[in-house]
Every structure is written in C-alpha cells, then in structure tokens.
C-alpha cells in the first residue's frame, strides 16, 4: 500500500495527512491504548445478515425457477442448528424484496410469497432464532410498476403524482403483507443500490438517477411512515446521503432518513478511519451505517477474515455506526460466488456433485461453516449484546493492523451468562425504555483486539473512570483457525488512578475480553 499503516489519533478525531506523515517511522509490535469508561458514545444496535430465501444463479446470473433457498432446503434438524447456532445474536435480516422474495399478485403490483409456506418459514426462523426482525428493501418493485415488467433491469414506468401515489400505497401494502405473514418490519428501503440499472442487470435491479429516486423517495417515504410509524427508513444502501444527496439537501424528504447506508463491499478496513470525514460529512446529525459487506472478487481468505473483523471495528469506532450487516447467512454450494459471500454453505436437493473437492462430505439439506468469514462475524453476535454502548478509547498511535473497539454492555443480554430464551425476554423487558436507561444497564465492560500483523502485537490497556479496585475479564479468540478459544482470565489490576491490562495476539487473531459478571 502507498499510504502509511499507522498514524496518532484518537477514535472521535477526523485524521489529519500530516499525522500520516509524522508517524510513519513507528515501530509495529506494541500497542499501548486509554479506554474511558466514563466517556460513552453511540449505542451499537447490533449486526445483520441477509437471507437467500428463493434461488439466484451461480454468479448472480439470473432467477431460477427452481426454490433452492434456506431455509426451505434445510432438513429439520438442520434448520434447528441454524436457527440456533448462526443466527442467534443477530438482531436484523435484511429481505431482498423482487430477489428473494418474489411471489406476484395476478396484477403483478404486489410482492407475496412465491410458494406456500415461504413467507412461514421466514417467520419461524425469526423466533427460533431470536431475531427483532426483518429490514426488506427493493432489488426491484413488483414489475407491474416498471418500465419493462420485469425484475430484471427497467426503471419505474411513471414518476406522476398519480402512478407515484399508488406505488407508494403498494409499498406500504408489501410491508402489511409482511407483518401479516409473521415477518415482521423493522427497517425499509426504497431501493437496494439505485444507481444500478436500468440496463446490464444480471439479477433484479430498478434504475434511479438522483433526480428519480428523490422523486420517489418524496411521495414513498411519508406513506411509510404514516402507515407504519415504528418503521425505520433508510437511505440509499449505496453512498448513503452522497449518492442520495437531493433527498438530503431537501428538507421535506431528509426528514423521514433515519439512517444513511453505504455498500463498501470488500473495503479495505482502513478506509473507515482514511475516510471517516467523508462518511460522516453530510449526514445531518443522522447515523451513518454499513448495511452490505461481502466479497465479490475471489474466495475469502484469512487476511480477509481479519479486515471483516475490522471492518465492523471501525464502522462502529469511527464513524459511530449503530448498526453492521454481512451479505449472506447461508450461500448454495452450487453458487461460484458463495466463498465470498456466505457465512457457511448449505447443499442444495438439485446438487449432485460429491467430488472430492466440492464438499464431499456435506449431505443434501445440510450446512457447513465457512469459516474465514463466519469466524470474522461470530464473536461480535456472541459477545456484543444488543444496545451496548461503545466508551472511548485513546490510542497512542493509530494501527491499521491492529484495532482496538471497547463498549460497555448489559449483563441480562449477554449470551454467555443466560439462555437464549432468558436473553430474549430479558431483552423485550426493555422495549419502550428511554435511553438513559438503556445506557444505565450498560454496567460492564467489554473491548475487543486484532491483529492482522504478520507478528505478534502486544496491547498493553489503561482502563480510567472504572473505579480503583481489581477486574477480572474473560477472554475468547478468533480468527480464521480459532472460533471462541478460551484464553482464560486476566485481572485488570490498579495503577494509579487506572486499571492496567495486558495481552498478546498472534498474527491473524481476534480476541474478545469481556469482564466477569
């Protein structure tokens, strides 16, 4: 890489180039780093995942007939175990509305399940799993409302106040027809990535220009919320407020954004720190998010598990995100590009291919982990319960390789100490609390470390505003060889006025601490 791999800074400060330059001569291999616990941040929502719920060609070419999906394909066993043991700790699943859920209404304006018990599997596996719920936004609208009546390219056949009207009436439908059939809504956009299209789509997309999507979004947005008030709207799963910049500079629709989106698929993680004045400029005070991330170019790898990692580090550290999606749960084996994407492989009925260097050992209706992604994600889903609170944390130089993320967390929500069912419930106690309670709850203390060296890295932690006496944290690795490898308890003990804590990582390793409760 060109530029420097480390640089001073504190994690609520924009980089400065000089600092870049200043810096490049430090030496890697010791980290030293001030956590505030008294200094809270944003409150971090959670992670989440996209569902393959209906069947997409190898390569994203194309809408098969076929239903190869999860979690139909899976036998029951196996929808149990991945209910349970991938998708627990997610808090949202984003629906690929015009992709993977596709069904029509005979007059083709409306999106419904595509075959009976589609919309019912969805809805279970929001409660086995635990899941608040879903975040549909379009791939494409039903075709009834496209310039080509189709799913594949086109842009929509009118922008009229009349046809804008009743289209945003049949969104809003889409949306009570989910919450009908059990799924319900949390989050809702007008369109997944509208700057692509009309032409050249492989898969199902509706083209935007700017001036359309404005269009759209101003007749869209305020029936969505009228209609349903505790939906949250995003915008525009593609540059966030930069590529939706006529929705942000209006006041009338930038009202009703709840969130900017951005699709950084595969980035680098040190952009978010690079470029952190270009995600939050602009954003009107509004949270600023990832709700994409995947690989398109070539299988994952280890190096790329470590920058997922830090990807979701430095989303929430830098630019404040209260929330971070990975692509895909579960990709067919038959897909070239679900090395990539997934996080684990499920076979398909229709794949008969058993050779030995195509998942020889994996029956039909059953999944596999993929680990140099699932092992990136995992420990967040574990030990990041929902609505933590990320503290502060003073870095005495800013590592590329080597990140730092700390937030305080509420103890009844934590995976490790409680049942799924208990988590749950203890976390639906909280539905409706104002966020100073929230916060309140938030009484213990967890930070997580990478490093993507390819030696290892000392991190040495002073903890200030946490009181005088000795903590003990609990520590658990991952990596691409390691998914929640005990690592024992370490005691923070005093120095001066602050707690010390030391650890070490080896190349290519994540750890989580989190303190005893």
């Keep these: 890489a060109s530029h420097p791999r480390h640089s001073m800074h504190c994690q609520h400060a924009i980089l400065s180039v000089l600092a870049w330059l200043c810096l490049a001569a430090h030496v890697l291999g010791q980290g030293t780093y001030t ?85 019912a599997q969805l809805a279970q596996m929001a409660v086995e799993s635990g899941i608040e719920g879903f975040a549909p936004e379009y791939w494409s609208p039903a075709p009834g409302w496209k310039s080509n009546g189709q799913y594949i390219n086109g842009a929509l056949a009118g922008f009229d106040d009349a046809f804008l009207d009743q289209f945003a009436q049949a969104l809003s439908d889409d949306i009570a027809y989910l919450e009908t059939n059990g799924i319900h809504v949390v989050w809702w956009g007008l369109q997944n990535e509208p700057q692509v299209g009309p032409a ?92 994409e991330f995947e690989y398109l170019g070539g299988p994952t790898s280890p190096a790329r598990c470590l920058n997922t990692a830090q990807s979701i580090m430095n989303w929430f550290a830098f630019e404040n995100s209260p929330f971070w999606y990975w692509l895909h749960a579960l990709k067919p084996t038959t897909n070239s590009e679900a090395s990539g994407y997934g996080l684990g492989f499920w076979r398909p009925w229709n794949d008969t291919n058993f050779n030995s260097s195509h998942f020889p050992d994996l029956p039909f209706g059953h999944f596999t982990y993929n680990p140099d992604n699932w092992n990136a994600v995992s ?31 509420n103890p009844r929500l934590a995976r490790w100490l409680h049942s799924h069912d208990d988590v749950i419930a203890n976390w639906k106690s909280t539905i409706g609390q104002p966020e100073e309670r929230v ?78 409760s």
Aim: glycine share 10%; proline share 5%; aromatic share 12%.
């Design 379 to 409: 420990g967040f889903t574990r030990y990041m319960p929902w609505d933590s609170v990320r503290v502060a944390v003073a870095e005495g130089v800013v590592y590329m390789d080597s990140r730092i993320l700390a937030y305080k967390f």
């Design 35 to 119: 956590v505030n616990f008294a200094h809270e941040e944003q409150i971090i929502h959670g992670l989440g995942f996209e569902i393959q719920s209906d069947s997409i060609g190898s390569g994203n070419h194309g809408l098969p007939t076929s239903n190869a999906s999860v979690p139909n394909d899976l036998v029951p066993a196996e929808k149990e175990r991945f209910f349970h043991d991938m998708l627990a700790g997610f808090r949202y699943c984003r629906l690929a509305m015009g992709l993977y859920f596709r069904g029509l209404t005979p007059d083709q304006k409306h999106i419904v399940e595509r075959w009976p018990g589609q919309a």
């Design 200 to 291: 050249g789509c492989i898969y199902s997309c509706c083209g935007y220009n700017e001036s359309a999507y404005h269009q759209a979004f101003a007749r869209v947005a305020p029936v969505i919320r009228r209609n349903h008030g505790t939906v949250k709207i995003h915008a525009n799963s593609y540059g966030g407020q930069h590529t939706a910049h006529l929705v942000a500079e209006d006041p009338q629709t930038a009202q009703y954004v709840d969130a900017w989106t951005f699709h950084r698929v595969g980035a680098d993680s040190d952009e978010q720190i690079q470029q952190q004045g270009y995600f939050l400029n602009g954003s009107l005070g509004k949270p600023v998010a990832n709700n």
């Design 439 to 516: 916060r309140a709850a938030a009484t213990h203390l967890a930070m997580v470390f990478t490093n993507r060296h390819a030696v290892a890295f000392n991190s040495t932690v002073r903890i200030a505003n946490m009181g005088t006496g000795a903590v003990t944290f609990v520590g658990y690795q991952y990596g691409p060889v390691d998914n929640n490898t005990p690592l024992g308890t370490r005691v923070a003990t005093p120095q001066g006025d602050t707690l010390l804590l030391e650890t070490s990582l080896a190349p290519l390793t994540i750890q989580f601490w989190v303190q005893q």
